[in-house]
């Protein structure tokens, strides 16, 4: 299964107008990404819905995106960099511009709060500064990504899909990644499926973003329990280090080579908007060998929202919700289905 790249991301900016089909995808990506981060509480923060945010018509009377996405991290610049990229995008670009002129001084080797200063005194000379950026720092995605941005916000389309490209290509394992595939598929829903897990301890909870990711790095390696690999992979999925929650699920496989959890776990993480197949070829054949798991129909449900195909979607949810109406993964299925009424 797989499906085809879109030639390039849609002309959707702020002051644009959102197609009904646009609408949808919000919707489907809304009712999905909610469903996992009801449960799925490792995630620092929830993130907007991205395909649909930003870029302007290629003319300098509207600002490119800015996109940092510092998701994985909670250190004070790190919030200071989300506060500045807040007031960036809610039109208040001088006020963004000195806050990360202030950044940039505490911290010169900060590559986000270098592009945040550049972005935000487009168009005087931002394509440079962020060119210089890139060159400078060629492993990174995000210098890449707000580069593309701003390429296209000048009229640049093609060169931006190259900068994008390359965002992916050179640090896949980062949150700036999984943007740039965003902007090259405008036509899927923003971000990826996500694995959901059912238990997820309450201690791990009270702890701050460095602490959880710490404790379950270290007591994965430590034990070598699937539980604990589990665990983690959905920690460093939920802030958008894909690559490495694939490795995590992987180790719960080798693990529990039977367990049914990893196995769909390692299905989910495969997915990928170009071409989705590993995922599907993974967890397709779990179905007929495991017919009463609602754990294999839910997340098969959920991946297919991001193709998106409502109709098996809905199909296979039912079906989860229908296998165990009282059980977690049956009463998150039914929580979708709620959901996917209001768009049908």
């Known amino acids: 299964m797989s499906i085809a790249r879109s030639t390039g991301p849609t002309t959707l900016g702020s002051r644009a107008v959102v197609s009904p089909r646009a609408r949808v995808i919000t919707v489907v990506s809304a009712v999905a990404l909610v469903a996992v981060a009801a449960v799925v509480v490792l995630a620092l923060s929830q993130r907007d ?12 009377d509207e600002r490119p995106a800015l996109e940092l996405a510092v998701i994985d991290r909670n250190d004070r610049e790190a919030r200071a960099l989300r506060r500045a990229e807040r007031l960036y995008e809610e039109d208040h670009p001088d006020e963004a511009r000195v806050d990360f002129e202030a950044l940039v001084r505490e911290n010169p080797d900060s590559v986000e709060a270098a592009i945040g200063q550049a972005v ?10 962020l060119g210089a950026i890139a060159a400078d720092h060629p492993s990174s995605a995000v210098a890449l990504l707000n580069l593309g941005l701003a390429r296209y916000a000048a009229g640049d ?8 490209r390359e965002a992916q290509e050179r640090d896949p394992d980062s949150p700036a990644a999984l943007r740039a595939e965003d902007l090259l598929n405008p036509h899927s829903p923003p971000g990826r499926p996500q694995f959901l897990v059912e ?8 702890m701050s973003l460095d602490e959880r990711l710490a404790t379950l790095r270290r007591t994965a390696q430590d034990r070598g329990n699937v539980d604990d690999w589990i665990l983690y992979g959905s920690a460093l999925e939920t802030i958008g280090h894909r690559e490495s929650a694939r490795r995590a699920y992987d180790q719960a496989v080798e693990a529990g080579p039977e367990r049914l959890d990893a196995l769909v776990a390692a299905a989910v993480a495969r997915f990928d908007k170009d071409d989705p ?3 599907f070829s993974r967890i397709g054949p779990l179905a007929p060998k495991h017919p009463d798991a609602a754990i294999v129909r839910f ?6 929202l991001w193709l998106p195909d409502l109709k098996e979607a809905r199909s296979q949810l ?7 109406p009282n059980g977690f993964y049956g009463r998150q299925a039914a929580r979708v289905l709620k959901r996917l009424d209001t768009i049908q």
């Open 318 to 324: 039912e079906r989860a919700a229908a296998i165990d």
């Open 120 to 129: 935000a005194s487009w168009p005087d000379g931002t394509l440079d500064e």
């Open 277 to 279: 197949s590993a995922a």
């Open 199 to 206: 238990h997820v301890p309450r201690r791990l909870v009270r």
């Open 299 to 304: 997340h098969l449900g959920l991946m297919l």
């Open 49 to 60: 819905d991205p395909s649909l945010r930003g870029v302007s018509t290629g003319t300098t």
């Open 157 to 164: 389309p093609d060169g931006a899909q190259e900068d994008w």
